[in-house]
């Protein structure tokens, strides 16, 4: 996770993190939160303009509602609000990757070394896409054996000819899609 902080043109400061098991939204609203409070507490900045690869995180870092990352989100808008209060002051957020200065933090970020590290900080989401990660597996290694679907199990096919396999996604059926609808 990285944020480079522009003023007139040249960067005013620059700040990166390892972050190990977490999704990239996650990364992306770390980064976010750092980069907003930074700013906030930057003398004379009345405008910021903050350039983002995800909307979603984005949209996330002012949202205090409970989710994953809510208290990068509480940081952010008690950041914000202390800001607001002195003065006429905006934020503007632009999705554009590759712009030169965010195509810059990518190639800062790159820069750290690799983490091997067992002790790295881990967030819900990530625990979540590990555990449906491993149950999908589950579910298709037992789908294999005749013993566990059954000898009358209707093995269906897809529009490929392949066997469709369980699938998982936000609560629906396990039987993801079968001739082009969702189940």
Known sequence: MAYLIYRQGDVVHRARYI???VTAPDAELYAIRAAIVKACSLPD???ITLFTDSIASARRAVNPSVHSGQGHSLAVCR???????????SVMVHSRFEWGPHHEAHEFIRGLPP????????SPDSLRKKATATCLDSWSTMFQNE???GHNFLLLQNLDGGIVQPTYAKGRSWLGEVGGRLC
Do not use: C, D, I, P
């Not at 609000?81 to 006429?88: P, V």
């Not at 983490?115 to 881990?122: D, F, H, I, L, P």
């Open 147 to 149: 013993k566990y679907r």
């Open 45 to 47: 900045v009345n405008n």
């Open 19 to 21: 972050a190990s098991r």
């Open 115 to 122: 983490v091997g590290s067992r002790r790295m900080a881990t």
């Open 79 to 89: 950041a914000l609000e202390q800001w607001f209060a002195n003065g006429s002051r």
